[in-house]
Structures are given as structure tokens and as C-alpha cells.
């Protein structure tokens, strides 16, 4: 193996470390970062990923519950939640776990949670200010990616990143903040023609798909870096990324490993967005 790892793990412990000392110091100046999730429904995945998202506040020192209500909820039910958390002034930041069932519109809910206490950053004012290149909640996958690249020194400037994944929670933002850091975006999806034409031109390469294997050391170029965001599950449960991690490791220069990559980098990062929000520094772009 040429490539150096990129240690998700090791940052995400490192940034977490600083942000427990910081949320020490907002508790001497009587500020109590507070995190609320809502989960709807049962499903064993978002179950996991919330719980996650509970220990990992709790390590930091951010207080937060968890709402759980019923698949039978109704959109209206929703939203009225969401209003009282909107305007419960302890609660810093309102996460709902997607997906929804599908008789709840997401967009809907999305807009509804006040975009000051939106830490997924998933509110069109907030992609709004992340396009315009302001400050703001940035959503916190593509932000864990960015933070990842620039902890490890990697220039962006002038560079061709390519994102495969078009999604609005990881593929677009990724890509608009790839641009915002001055580097030449191009975006590939399931309708690209020819992808391999596009990745082995990638100086960075960012992969957020969720199919195993997609990428591999015949399509990327030598020195490339490469970010797998894919989680998929193996028949054996084992989890694996959507890049062939030990062929592509041949000819990256540093690349990701699934997991311990970017996962831990996303909870981290929400961890951070309420910081932010508890110091109240969203919205008017302190
Ligand atoms: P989506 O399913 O919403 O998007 C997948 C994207 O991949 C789509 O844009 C799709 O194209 C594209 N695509 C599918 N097949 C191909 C193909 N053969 N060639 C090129 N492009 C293809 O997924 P998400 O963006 O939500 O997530 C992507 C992966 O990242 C998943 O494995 C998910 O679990 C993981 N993930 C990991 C996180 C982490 O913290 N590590 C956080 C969030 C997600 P089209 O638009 O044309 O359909």
C-alpha cells in the first residue's frame, strides 16, 4: 500500500477533545449546549444512528434527549413538536432523524425547524448561505469531509475534485464546498456516461454512492485522494465503503477507510454545529 489512511477516527477524537474543553467553558458562562432528536417510527437503523448521536453529545458534555413517536404520527403532530421546540429557548438544536414514513413531507418538516437551531444544516436558508459561500450550519458529512482534507494538509485550491453522489445531504454540498475552497468541481451520478473518463482525472475523489466496489484502482489516477462515504452492509455483516479499499490504497495518495473514516467525522461535526448554535453564532453569521 502508497497511500496514507486517513485517520477519521483519531480526528474526530482529537476535535472532540477540544470541543469537550470548549462546552466546559460555555458551562462557566451558564450556557448548557442542548440537543434535541426526534426519531418517527421504528426503524433498527435511524434507532442506532440516534443513539449514536446521544452518546457522543454526552462524551462532549452536550445534554440532549431524544423524542420518539409513533410511524402513525401525523405530519401535523410533527410540526407542532417542532414548533414548541422552535421556541423553547434551552434547546439549541433540533435534529429529526430521516428518513420519515412516507405520509410525512420531509421538505416540509426540513423548513419548519427554525434555521438557527437547524444543526443538520438541511434548511434552504442555510444551503442558501453555504452556496453563497456565508457562514452558516454546514451539513455535517460534506463538513467532516472538508474538515478531514484540510486537518490532513491537502490543497484544494485548483485541484479536480470529482464527487460521484448527488444527493442533497452529501453529494451536492460536498461539492459546493469543494468550489467555495477554489478547487474545479465535477459531479457524476447513476446517468453518467463514460464515469471512469471523469474519475482517473480526479486529483480528489469523493465517493458517495452506496453500492460496494464501485470504485476501484483501474478508475482512479496515481496520487489521487480519495474519500469513501459509502456504508454498506456485507451479507456477512461486516461493513464496507463503495471503494476497494486495498486495490485503490495501490495508487491513492491518502484515502479513507470505511469505517473509521468519515462516519465518526459526521457525528463530530454535529457535535460542533451545536456548539455553534448554543453560542448562538448561526444565523446572523457571528
Ligand atoms: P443516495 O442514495 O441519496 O445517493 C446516491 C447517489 O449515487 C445518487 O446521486 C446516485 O445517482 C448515485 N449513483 C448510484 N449508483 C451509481 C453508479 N453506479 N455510478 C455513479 N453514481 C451512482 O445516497 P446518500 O448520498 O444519502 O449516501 C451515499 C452513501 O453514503 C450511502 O452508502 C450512505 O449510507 C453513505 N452515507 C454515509 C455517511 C457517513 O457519515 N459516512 C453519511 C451519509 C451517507 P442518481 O442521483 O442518478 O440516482
Redesign the pocket.
Known amino acids: 500500500m502508497t497511500a496514507d489512511v486517513i485517520d477519521g477516527k483519531a480526528l474526530a477524537h482529537k476535535l472532540r477533545g477540544e470541543m469537550t474543553r470548549e462546552v466546559s467553558q460555555l458551562k462557566d458562562q451558564a450556557i448548557f449546549p442542548h440537543l434535541t432528536v426526534i426519531i418517527v417510527g421504528d426503524d433498527p437503523a435511524s434507532k442506532s444512528y440516534v443513539n449514536g448521536k446521544k452518546k457522543a453529545s454526552a462524551e462532549t458534555g452536550i445534554s440532549s434527549d431524544i423524542i420518539e413517536m409513533p410511524s402513525s404520527t401525523s405530519e401535523d403532530k410533527l410540526l407542532e413538536k417542532i414548533y414548541e421546540l422552535n421556541s423553547d429557548k434551552t434547546v439549541h438544536g433540533i435534529l429529526v432523524q430521516l428518513p420519515l414514513p412516507v405520509h410525512i413531507h420531509e421538505q416540509r418538516i426540513i423548513e419548519a425547524i427554525n434555521p438557527d437551531k437547524d444543526v443538520d444544516g438541511f434548511h434552504p436558508i442555510n444551503i442558501g448561505k453555504m452556496m453563497t459561500g456565508n457562514d452558516t450550519f454546514l451539513p455535517c458529512?460534506p463538513y467532516?469531509i472538508i474538515t478531514m482534507l484540510h486537518s490532513y494538509g491537502i490543497q484544494l485550491e485548483g485541484k479536480h475534485a470529482v464527487v460521484?453522489?448527488?444527493?442533497n445531504?452529501?453529494?451536492k454540498p460536498v461539492g459546493q464546498l469543494l468550489l467555495n475552497e477554489h478547487a474545479t468541481v465535477t459531479y457524476?451520478?447513476?446517468?453518467?456516461s463514460y464515469?471512469t473518463s471523469f474519475t482517473a482525472d480526479a486529483d480528489i475523489l469523493i465517493v458517495?454512492?452506496?453500492?460496494p466496489n464501485?470504485i476501484r484502482s483501474e478508475h482512479i489516477k496515481q496520487g489521487a485522494v480519495i474519500i469513501d462515504?459509502?456504508?454498506?452492509r456485507l451479507n456477512d455483516g461486516t461493513l464496507t465503503g463503495?471503494v476497494d479499499f486495498e486495490s485503490a490504497a495501490e495508487k491513492a495518495s491518502y484515502i479513507t477507510p470505511v469505517p473509521k473514516?468519515?462516519?465518526p467525522?459526521?457525528i463530530t461535526m454535529l457535535l460542533s454545529n451545536t456548539i455553534k448554535a448554543a453560542k448562538g453564532l448561526s444565523y446572523l453569521g457571528g
Open positions: 458529512t467532516g460521484i453522489g448527488r444527493s445531504i452529501v453529494g457524476c451520478h447513476s446517468k453518467t464515469l458517495a454512492v452506496g453500492k464501485v462515504v459509502g456504508i454498506n463503495d473514516g468519515v462516519g467525522m459526521t
